[in-house]
């Protein structure tokens, strides 16, 4: 990557080959590979400022850079706000990652199951035997009308 197009009014510089100014809407100028070169090897903004100044053969205006400072600025609290929007949506994530495990927890604990009609937790599982039982007892009207439940309540006797 190097610096592709210049501001002469402002000072401003970008790495893409844009058309106009972000900061002070002038028109920018676009710089040869080897101006580029020299001007990427500069550390400093004022010599950055300068060079870009020789260059152009007219100082940077007072507005420009101005502007410039503000653009800037801008750019760096809109980078702190995306970094605050990460961070805020990592946290969120992360909480609500927690919130399910210890639902899921909970969950666990709380699946003793209980009778609907009743409440109560005196109930046994109608096994593949029970139904075995109750298709040679009763033959298979009886089993059907087991098939898809699977307790029986030890208080009230219902199935559920
Ligand atoms: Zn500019
Ligand atoms: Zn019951």
């Known amino acids: ?40 090897k500069l550390s400093g903004e004022q010599s950055i400022l300068k060079w870009i100044e020789n260059k152009s053969g007219h100082p940077i205006s007072e507005d420009g850079l101005l502007l410039h400072k503000k653009y800037i600025e801008k750019r760096k609290q809109e980078r702190v706000k995306k970094e605050e929007a990460y961070q805020a949506k990592l946290k969120a994530e992360q909480e609500a990652k927690l919130k399910a495990m210890t639902q899921k927890a909970l969950d666990k604990v ?29 033959g298979v009207v009886g089993a059907i009308d087991d098939a898809d ?8 006797g219902s199935r559920f």
């Open 1 to 40: 990557m190097r610096t592709k197009v210049v501001c002469f009014n402002c000072g401003y510089r970008s790495l893409f080959n844009e058309n106009k100014c972000p900061s002070c809407g002038n028109v920018l100028d676009k710089i040869s590979i080897l101006d580029a070169i020299k001007l990427d």
């Open 110 to 138: 709380n699946n003793i199951p209980k009778c609907p009609i009743c409440g109560s937790t005196n109930i046994n599982k109608i096994t593949l035997t029970t139904r075995a039982v109750k298709t040679a007892t009763f």
């Open 149 to 156: 439940k699977t307790y029986k309540c030890g208080n009230c």
